[in-house]
């Protein structure tokens, strides 16, 4: 029997050394669908519940793996669904190919059911590739293409097979005319700026006094030539929310996290120094970093795009962090005046306390603080981390103490709901050895987390370890948003967008056969992690956590505390308990 198209684009996929694609059938795809299952035990598909989470798993495992991830989806409607989790690919740089349905050619143009104008759908998301298919002979080079645009331009790509050209009869294209014949692979370059441009930076780096050094997600795999360019010269190192697993939190100079989530040791280092070393980084948010002209700085990239764009740097190498990191350490002279150093370091030391503070303030029902400052000490060694987007990634970014060896991410571009639960899967998957943990919040939980706990019971069983952990933080309400109405804009919260349902997670999880440890006290917090983590499986930990308590910034305007003040004024219902747990957060920070 001749090999079919579908066939042929799962074998390309193999031989590309994909071993994993994450998604949802439908009878638009069916013809991929039959060629997975006949190659079944050379290739995994992962099921999901929503192709947006299929979407968000293959994102999840190029973050985690650093291979292009792979998501499929039928025609129509669920190539609609994949479009969320495909941004949150593209706005974080990760390599990520679609592979989607589409109705038989004969149809397109006949207002067919389910018939969507995929090219122009896709032609933002996947801008620097989307394509379909129309005959046998060109899918060799859709599918080369796809994969080796992802990988060079860390992005998302796509490939549109209608349903019919799935199921004919595959051919290699001939060698006439107008045919490509594509080939397979490709090796990441080591990219290196000129000499003279690393000189100039070394002299500006050596000139400083007060160097300030901020890491993204591009620093990741240079966390040992971070660490020797911050000693040499006895800089604080700050992370974005992305680089906050390129060095341990136990280090004494590092300040932690950055922005409206980071602390305050991070905002000040930004504010005092006189040198800023960027790496790896695109934070965005400018009232964050110095002062337009106020320092001299630095930013190495691996995409000359993204040089000078948040700050006016006076040097921009483009260049792999590691190797060009590597390159300037050889240029550096050490500071023997550690002033500043140590100036950070005690900064570090009373954010510490001031933290641990924060955490242990009384709260009703429980602190979130608490249950994070908690949980570090319990981590798992080597565990996974991800978090969702609202106040749980406030408390991720500032009150989990994350160690040597583990990952890290979350949704940092986007910032969209409910990449935690997904994330987490995608790591099992990648790591069936490690223990995921997902910080999640009531909100995205309701809105995709709890139907993706179905996901984890179905797979549990093939996975070596199959310990994973849920953690949500269960307020009743959309924290993240109704603190952004009284502080931004200064208004009341809105009740009726803001109320999340209640609901028992810990209950759903028995019921669909994961463990539930439902957390309402204080007194509980600390014994339930311990019998969380202890778990031999996945857990679902349901902490009754207060919304009153505040995802203070590290830095209060006057125009923020204006409308603090207004939101109260005009009548919130929850005016004094966020008075009197802002009041105990403030304190905190004077009383140490």
Not at 436 to 448: E, I, R
Request: net charge negative.
């Amino acid at each position: 029997m001749n090999k079919q198209v579908g066939d042929f684009v799962v074998e390309r996929l193999i031989s590309w050394g994909v071993t994993r694609v994450f998604g949802y059938p439908g009878d638009g795809i069916n013809g991929v669908m039959g060629a997975l299952n006949r190659a079944k035990e050379r290739i995994d598909f992962v099921q999901t519940r929503h192709e947006e989470m299929a979407a968000f798993m293959a994102c999840a495992h190029a973050k985690f793996t650093g291979r292009p991830g792979v998501c499929m989806s039928t025609s129509g409607p669920g190539a609609i669904h994949l479009l969320n989790g495909l941004y949150d690919a593209k706005m974080d740089h990760q390599p990520v190919v679609a592979i989607v349905g589409q109705q038989a050619r004969m149809s397109m143009g006949g207002d067919y059911q389910q018939e969507v104008d995929l090219l122009s759908l896709y032609k933002d998301v996947a801008h620097e590739f989307v394509h379909m298919a129309t005959e046998p002979a060109q899918v060799r080079h859709l599918i080369d293409r796809a994969l080796r645009i992802a990988q060079v331009n860390r992005t998302v790509t796509c490939v549109i097979l209608p349903a019919d050209v799935q199921e004919l009869d595959y051919a290699e294209p001939p060698h006439l005319h107008g045919s490509v014949h594509t080939g397979m692979g490709y090796s990441r370059p080591e990219i290196v700026p000129p000499f003279d441009d690393l000189q100039r930076a070394a002299d500006i780096l050596n000139h400083g006094s007060k160097v300030a050094i901020l890491v993204g997600a591009g620093a990741l795999h240079a966390a040992t030539e971070v660490r020797e360019i911050a000693d040499i010269l006895g800089a604080g190192v700050a992370k974005a929310l992305l680089g906050k697993a390129v060095l341990p939190d136990d280090l004494p100079y590092v300040t932690g996290a950055i922005g409206l989530l980071g602390t305050k040791p991070s905002y000040d280092l930004m504010m005092e120094c006189d040198t800023l070393l960027m790496v790896g980084t695109a934070f965005p948010y400018s009232e964050f970093l110095p002062k337009e002209g106020k320092v001299k700085a630095v930013q190495i990239d691996i995409d000359g795009r993204m040089l000078g764009l948040r700050y006016p740097t006076d040097v921009n190498l483009q260049g792999d962090s590691r190797k060009t990191l590597q390159d300037l350490i050889a240029l550096l002279e050490y500071k023997s005046d550690r002033s500043w150093r140590e100036h950070i370091e005690a900064e570090v030391r009373r954010w510490w306390k001031v933290a641990e503070a924060r955490a242990m303030n009384s709260a009703h029902p429980i602190n979130p603080q608490r249950v994070f400052w908690e949980m570090s000490p319990l981590l798992p060694d080597r565990c996974i981390l991800t978090a969702d987007s609202g106040s749980s990634a406030s408390w991720f970014a500032r009150d989990l103490k994350i160690r040597e060896g583990m990952m890290a991410s979350l949704s940092g571009n986007l910032a969209t709901m409910c990449p935690g639960v997904p994330y987490a899967i995608a790591a099992k998957f990648a790591y069936p050895d490690r223990v995921p943990v997902a910080m999640v919040g009531d909100g995205a939980m309701q809105m995709s987390g709890i139907n993706e706990l179905i996901t984890i019971a179905k797979y549990r069983n093939r996975w070596e370890d199959p310990r994973m952990v849920i953690l949500v933080l269960n307020n009743q309400d959309l924290n993240m948003v109704t603190w952004e109405q009284r502080v931004m804009v200064g208004d009341p919260k809105f009740e009726a967008s803001q109320d999340v349902p209640p609901f028992n997670y810990a209950e759903y999880a028995r019921m669909i056969g994961l463990e539930g440890v439902r957390i309402e006290t204080q007194d509980e917090v600390v014994p339930g992690l311990q019998r969380a983590f202890a778990a031999a499986g996945p857990v679902v930990i349901d902490v009754l956590t207060d919304p009153s308590v505040p995802p203070l910034p590290p830095h209060i305007t006057l125009k923020q505390a204006k409308a603090f003040t207004s939101s109260v004024l005009k009548g919130d219902d929850n005016a004094w308990d966020m008075i009197r747990q802002t009041y105990k957060e403030v304190v905190e920070n004077y009383l140490h």
